[in-house]
């Protein structure tokens, strides 16, 4: 099975080819640089990067999987959450190209393929969902905080998210707040290496909660007030590591601690983390221990596949083919006989 998968949920342009859980190829055209200037992603320039960058990228996939888009089963696009001018443009390519090929097309969630990317490994990458047991999954970005209970595939639930910011949106706003430039999370896991992490005492909200979800709103309030009150560490570049090592050490707390309970009271053995955050060094670390220390396995998504992708987005539809429950986004009236073979 030959699939061919777009994603544009937000400020990465990239292309993917996927055969039978192997990913051939997955391009990814960045836009950090262009919204560096702007300290976070700018809906309109997102969009308009996608409208240029989309047919190069997908050429190059094509060419770095040594295939023709004829001999495409399926095409999958990510349908949301994300920017919705952003999705408009991979949606629209990917609905051209299934129409032209008379070929499905899978609309995919967002959320969901990053749940699935922890079980792609190796060189070339390839699913191991014969490996799969249910778990609990941490997906952690700067768009979303979610804790979800996975009980076969394809069969999940969510137990928790945030209630307000999410992890990556905490790491990029107290980044900002501190004058460090965009993206504010690898800048802060950076200086954060050089840091104490017991410097400076910030509150871990709701990880005293009977429930799974999250907030970090009040934690970057927290360092804001604590900035107004303490000049001094800004003006100085070891208090600004400490700082950095203090929030990081407050945001990996809870997400380690919240991710190790659900996964004890749901009664699985295997946790889970993907998502843009999951880059993050000292997560990765804490995670690793703690589920070391609670006798639970750990996949972690591999870098490539923490921030979005493609390859994932075409992982997840091919499960969905196999399985016989795609999501079919091309209407039957604007397409017709394109029902899945």
Not at 145 to 169: N, Q
Not at 217 to 225: D, E
Request: proline letters at 6%; charged letters at 20%.
């Amino acid at each position: 099975m030959l699939l061919f998968a777009i994603e544009t949920s937000c400020d990465e342009t990239s292309a993917a080819v996927v055969q039978d859980g192997c990913v051939r190829s997955n391009l990814i055209a960045s836009q950090v640089k262009l919204h560096a200037e702007y300290g976070g992603v700018v809906p309109e320039l997102a969009t308009r990067e996608h409208l240029r960058n989309l047919l190069p990228v997908a050429q190059e996939a094509f060419r770095a999987a040594n295939v023709d888009a004829s001999q495409l089963d399926a095409v999958a696009v990510t349908q949301g959450p994300g920017l919705p001018n952003a999705l408009m443009i991979g949606f629209r390519a990917a609905q051209g190209m299934a129409f032209s090929l008379r070929r499905p097309l899978i609309g995919i969630n967002h959320h969901e393929a990053h749940l699935y990317s922890a079980w792609v490994s190796g060189n070339p990458p390839q699913a191991d969902f014969a490996a799969f047991e249910p778990s609990v999954s941490l997906i952690v970005s700067g768009g979303h905080t979610l804790l979800v209970l996975v009980r076969a595939e394809l069969d999940h639930r969510l137990l928790g998210s945030t209630l307000d910011d999410a992890a990556g949106e905490c790491f990029d706003k107290v980044a900002k707040l501190v004058g460090l430039p965009y993206p504010g999370g690898p800048e802060i896991d950076r200086l954060a290496e050089h840091g104490n992490p017991a410097a400076f005492a910030f509150p871990r909200p709701m990880l005293r909660e009977a429930n799974d979800d999250f907030s970090f709103s009040g934690l970057k309030t927290s360092v804001r007030y604590f900035l107004r009150d303490h000049p001094d560490v800004q003006a100085s570049s070891q208090g600004v590591c400490d700082l950095c090592a203090s929030v990081q050490a407050a945001i990996v707390d809870i997400l380690v601690r919240k991710t190790i309970q659900a996964a004890k009271r749901e009664g699985v053995l295997i946790v889970t983390a993907s998502g843009g955050v999951a880059c993050n060094r000292v997560l990765r670390h804490d995670l690793a221990l703690a589920c070391d220390r609670a006798g639970l396995r750990l996949r972690l998504a591999d870098k490539p596949f923490c921030t979005d992708n493609a390859g994932m987005v075409g992982i997840l539809a091919e499960r969905k083919l196999r399985h016989g429950q795609p999501r079919l986004v091309v209407p039957d009236d604007i397409v017709p006989n394109l029902a899945l073979k």
